[in-house]
T-cell receptor, first 112, second 115 residues
Framework: KNQVEQSPQSLIILEGKNCTLQ??????????LRWYKQDTGRGPVSLTI?????NTKSNGRYTATLDADTKQSSLHITASQLSDSASYIC???????????FGRGTQLTVWP | NAGVTQTPKFRVLKTGQSMTLLCAQD?????MYWYRQDPGMGLRLIHY???????AKGEVPDGYNVSRLKKQNFLLGLESAAPSQTSVYFC??????????????FGSGTRLTVV
C-alpha cells in the first residue's frame, strides 16, 4: 500500500534553533518528492521538489534530503523564525498517472 | 497572474442543500484537482481532470460531482450536503509532466461547514 508517514506529528522549538522533520514513504513507482509549507488558513506552498537522482535540495534556510534507497526524506530548517510556524507536508508523486500521496504533516511551532 | 483562485472562501450549508465551489487558474495548466483536508489527515483527492472536458474519480468521490467545461475552470458540486462533508476544500493545478519542474499550485481553500 502506498503511504507517506511523517514524524514528529508536532514540534515546538525556540526561535533561532534548528530542527529536522522526517518523511518515510512506500510509494512505488516513485516520480518525485515535495515538501510543502502550509500556513494556518492557507493552501500549501511548495518548498522543494526532488527527483530520484537528487540527494539534497536547498531553498534558503530549508534543506531537504532524499534517500531513494531507504525511501526516506528529511527537511532541515536552520535558524528558525517565528514565521516558520506552520504545517510541513511531505508529498510523494507516483509515476503511475502522476498521483500524489500526502503525509499528514508536522505541525511546527516556533516560540520567541 | 493570480495563480489558483477559489470561491467562496467560507460557506455554511444546511444538510440537504446543494452548492458549487469554483476553481479558476490562469497558468494554462492541463491538470486540475479537488482535495479535502480534515483535521489530523493528509489531503485526500476527491476528483481530478487531465484536460478540458475530462474528469475522473479520486480517493473519496462519493457525494461530489465535478465539471471541466473550460480549461481554466474546475467546478466541484455537492448535490445534497451532509455533515460529513464539513471540511476545507483545496483546488490545485499543474502541468501534465512528472518532472520536478511540474509543481502543483494550490488555491487558498474553501472552508465548508454543513449543519
Amino acid at each position: 500500500k502506498n503511504q507517506v508517514e511523517q514524524s514528529p506529528q508536532s514540534l515546538i522549538i525556540l526561535e533561532g534553533k534548528n530542527c529536522t522533520l522526517q518523511c518515510n514513504y512506500t510509494v512505488s513507482p516513485f516520480s518525485n518528492l515535495r515538501w510543502y509549507k502550509q500556513d494556518t488558513g492557507r493552501g500549501p506552498v511548495s518548498l522543494t521538489i526532488m527527483t530520484f537522482s537528487e540527494n539534497t535540495k536547498s531553498n534558503g534556510r530549508y534543506t531537504a534530503t532524499l534517500d531513494a534507497d531507504t525511501k526516506q526524506s528529511s527537511l532541515h530548517i536552520t535558524a528558525s523564525q517565528l514565521s516558520d510556524s506552520a504545517s510541513y507536508i511531505c508529498v510523494v508523486r507516483g509515476s503511475t498517472l502522476g498521483r500524489l500521496y500526502f503525509g499528514r504533516g508536522t505541525q511546527l511551532t516556533v516560540w520567541p | 497572474n493570480a495563480g489558483v483562485t477559489q470561491t467562496p472562501k467560507f460557506r455554511v450549508l444546511k444538510t440537504g442543500q446543494s452548492m458549487t465551489l469554483l476553481c479558476a487558474q490562469d497558468m494554462n495548466h492541463e491538470y486540475m484537482y479537488w482535495y479535502r483536508q480534515d483535521p489530523g489527515m493528509g489531503l485526500r483527492l476527491i476528483h481530478y481532470s487531465v484536460g478540458e472536458g475530462t474528469t475522473a474519480k479520486g480517493e473519496v468521490p462519493d457525494g461530489y460531482n465535478v465539471s471541466r467545461l473550460k480549461k481554466q475552470n474546475f467546478l466541484l458540486g455537492l448535490e445534497s450536503a451532509a455533515p460529513s462533508q464539513t471540511s476545507v476544500y483545496f483546488c490545485a493545478s499543474s502541468y501534465s509532466g512528472t518532472g520536478r519542474s511540474y509543481g502543483y499550485t494550490f488555491g487558498s481553500g474553501t472552508r465548508l461547514t454543513v449543519v
